[in-house]
Nanobody, 124 residues
């Protein structure tokens, strides 16, 4: 059974930082891209960042491109999202997902396994 578990969320002030972690079943994730999505109250789930199977290619939402960094450890089956200079509009539930593909994608439909999410709240 595939498990995807996020951690690292919390409450932070504007301008602060958080690092999210995503743990997965190693065999499942090692040859697949991994991604982060977020969902704010009353809004659709949106793509935040994704990384290819080998970490060579990364995609970001334009709004986070200069502030967030995605990384992964293939051997451990983990992914990370370092979030700096956080803004109130970054508030939401952040989800980690494992793609069906080896290359990163912004489309939720290309992701097969999802975690339960971790709450990130940025106060103004």
């Amino acid at each position: 059974q595939v498990q995807v578990v996020e951690s690292g969320g919390g409450l932070v002030q504007t301008g602060g930082s958080l690092k999210l972690s995503c743990a997965s079943t190693r065999r499942t994730a090692s040859n697949n891209a991994m991604g982060w999505f977020r969902q704010a109250p009353g809004r659709e789930r949106e793509f935040v960042a994704a990384i290819s199977w080998n970490g060579a290619t990364k995609n970001y939402l334009d709004a986070v491109k200069d502030r967030f960094t995605i990384s992964r450890d293939r051997a451990k089956g983990t992914a990370y999202l370092q979030m700096n200079l956080l803004k109130p509009e970054d508030t939401g539930v952040y989800y980690c997902a494992i793609s069906r593909l080896a290359v990163p994608s912004t489309a939720p439909s290309t992701y097969q396994y999802w975690g339960q999410g971790t709450q990130v709240t940025v106060s103004s």
